[in-house]
């Protein structure tokens, strides 16, 4: 498993889902994925951005095994809850930004959470995008196909260009990580457009890497994010209840089972129906990939311009 190509992103968008939609039903099970802080930070004191009426919850999902450090951050999402605008919004963080990670100088934003976890990951939000993250769900990608299943699918659009890399991944899901072969045969692509695909299929689809960019991938799993959103909104308290069994045991979070009540019934009010996206860094203010031979790839960024147009995507215009 550790040297799979993840799908965490698609992951912990189903956490939020599971534990802001469905975690009524799921109450008494919180406990066991919540790690308290062990210091109040004192908001007062903190110089990067906070608004009242907006919560944003760092999303990590890791490139192994383990939940909490030692692993990579394969994907990372920020989450807003807009209360004041009724709205939820989602943005993709490049794996590969180069940032500057306290302690260890400038390299992948990647590397942060194997270093010391969410804890290092935080500050590198607050010292290169001057936000303040509170909250964090992690996650790993053990259920990510149980989780597809039990909501029977989700309907994506493949493009033609794309389809021999889906099948060509459906070997090694199916093959090596879906544990419903007894139950389900395997079956491949065969035609382009939007359609709906079951576990290891939407594993495959969101694993497409090398035909076209990290960017059109980052889009795939905000797609495939999307699409679960939707599903889940049409599901009710027994599908939530499947979902949160399977996942909760790959999980940890710092929100308190009766802060995600509260962050529960705020979603459950707002009822966004169509989430707004972004990727960072935006594509207008990328200076591109450079090659390091101590880095790797890495991606520069415009910090002024990009953090700019971010901070408006979160805030809004007013703030």
């Given at each position: 498993?550790?040297?799979?190509?993840?799908?965490?992103?698609?992951?912990?968008?189903i956490?939020?889902?599971?534990?802001?939609?469905?975690v009524?039903?799921?109450?008494s099970k919180?406990?066991?994925?919540?790690?308290?802080?062990?210091v109040?930070?004192?908001?007062?004191?903190?110089?990067?951005?906070?608004?009242?009426?907006?919560?944003?919850?760092l999303?990590?999902?890791?490139?192994?095994?383990?939940?909490?450090?030692g692993?990579?951050?394969?994907?990372?999402?920020?989450?807003?809850?807009?209360?004041?605008k009724k709205?939820?919004?989602?943005?993709s963080?490049a794996?590969?930004t180069?940032v500057?990670?306290?302690?260890y100088?400038?390299?992948?934003?990647?590397?942060a959470y194997?270093?010391?976890?969410?804890?290092?990951?935080?500050?590198?939000?607050?010292?290169?995008?001057?936000?303040d993250v509170?909250?964090?769900?992690?996650?790993?990608?053990?259920?990510?196909?149980?989780?597809?299943?039990?909501?029977?699918?989700?309907e994506?659009?493949?493009?033609?260009k794309?389809?021999?890399?889906?099948?060509?991944?459906?070997d090694a899901?199916?093959?090596?990580?879906?544990?419903?072969k007894?139950?389900v045969?395997k079956?491949?692509?065969?035609?382009?457009?939007?359609?709906r695909l079951?576990?290891?299929q939407?594993?495959?689809?969101s694993?497409?890497?090398y035909?076209?960019s990290?960017?059109?991938r980052d889009n795939?799993?905000?797609?495939v994010?999307?699409s679960?959103?939707?599903?889940?909104?049409k599901?009710?308290?027994?599908?939530y209840?499947?979902?949160?069994?399977?996942?909760?045991?790959?999980?940890k979070?710092?929100?308190?089972?009766?802060?995600?009540?509260?962050?529960?019934?705020?979603v459950?009010?707002?009822?966004?129906?169509?989430?707004d996206?972004l990727?960072f860094?935006?594509?207008?203010?990328?200076?591109?990939?450079?090659?390091s031979k101590e880095?790797?790839?890495?991606?520069?960024w415009?910090?002024?311009?990009?953090?700019k147009?971010w901070?408006?995507f979160?805030y809004?215009?007013?703030?």
């Amino acid at each position: 498993m550790k040297n799979f190509k993840k799908i965490s992103l698609i992951l912990i968008s189903i956490i939020v889902i599971i534990g802001l939609v469905g975690v009524g039903f799921v109450y008494s099970k919180l406990n066991s994925i919540y790690v308290k802080d062990e210091v109040v930070k004192n908001k007062e004191e903190s110089k990067a951005s906070m608004v009242d009426g907006i919560t944003n919850i760092l999303l990590v999902g890791t490139d192994g095994e383990y939940v909490e450090k030692g692993n990579r951050s394969d994907s990372v999402m920020l989450v807003t809850i807009d209360s004041n605008k009724k709205d939820i919004k989602i943005s993709s963080i490049a794996r590969d930004t180069y940032v500057d990670i306290p302690g260890y100088g400038t390299e992948k934003m990647t590397h942060a959470y194997a270093y010391e976890g969410i804890d290092l990951l935080k500050e590198v939000f607050k010292v290169n995008f001057d936000i303040d993250v509170d909250k964090y769900i992690a996650v790993n990608f053990v259920s990510f196909m149980d989780i597809m299943d039990e909501l029977g699918g989700v309907e994506v659009n493949v493009e033609e260009k794309n389809i021999d890399s889906i099948n060509n991944s459906i070997d090694a899901c199916y093959e090596y990580y879906y544990n419903r072969k007894d139950e389900v045969e395997k079956e491949y692509i065969t035609k382009a457009g939007v359609q709906r695909l079951n576990g290891y299929q939407a594993l495959a689809f969101s694993r497409i890497r090398y035909t076209d960019s990290a960017f059109a991938r980052d889009n795939r799993h905000r797609e495939v994010a999307q699409s679960v959103y939707k599903e889940f909104l049409k599901k009710g308290p027994d599908e939530y209840k499947r979902c949160s069994d399977i996942i909760l045991e790959n999980t940890k979070t710092n929100i308190s089972p009766m802060e995600m009540l509260n962050l529960g019934y705020t979603v459950l009010n707002i009822n966004d129906k169509e989430i707004d996206q972004l990727q960072f860094p935006l594509e207008e203010y990328r200076n591109g990939h450079i090659i390091s031979k101590e880095k790797g790839w890495v991606l520069e960024w415009d910090k002024e311009e990009n953090l700019k147009a971010w901070h408006k995507f979160i805030y809004g215009e007013d703030n």
